[in-house]
């Protein structure tokens, strides 16, 4: 046991020391865009298609693109917002509603 235990501990020695270790970074290809309003608790609709989120809430895991993000809470106005996002954005976003007259 003990001559594995050591023939062990001498590979992972071997191991750390390679100096041609292969290195790489991942990149974020996705947004995430936070979401608010006044007043809060508004639906959030990307592209005319209710997300199951209401404000204030983050919209996570976006393509890189356009998209329409609209608003709507009863006794305010439909607020619509065209927003542009990048790889590994992190956008806040924030929505003023105006009462229905």
């Known amino acids: ?3 594995f235990f050591s023939l062990l501990v001498v590979i ?12 790489f970074t991942l990149e974020q290809s996705t947004a995430n865009v936070f ?3 006044s007043p809060s608790e508004a639906q959030i609709y990307l ?8 404000t204030p809430d983050t919209l996570k895991y976006l ?9 709507k ?8 917002k065209v927003i542009s996002v990048e790889p590994a954005d992190r956008i806040s976003i924030f929505i003023l509603m105006r009462d229905k007259l």
């Open 1 to 3: 046991m003990k001559k």
């Open 12 to 23: 992972l020695l071997f191991c750390a020391c390679r100096e041609n270790a292969v290195e």
């Open 35 to 37: 979401v608010n309003s």
């Open 47 to 54: 592209n005319n298609s209710f997300t199951g989120k209401m």
């Open 63 to 71: 393509e890189p693109g356009s998209y329409m993000v609209t608003l």
């Open 73 to 80: 809470l009863s006794g305010y106005k439909d607020s619509s």
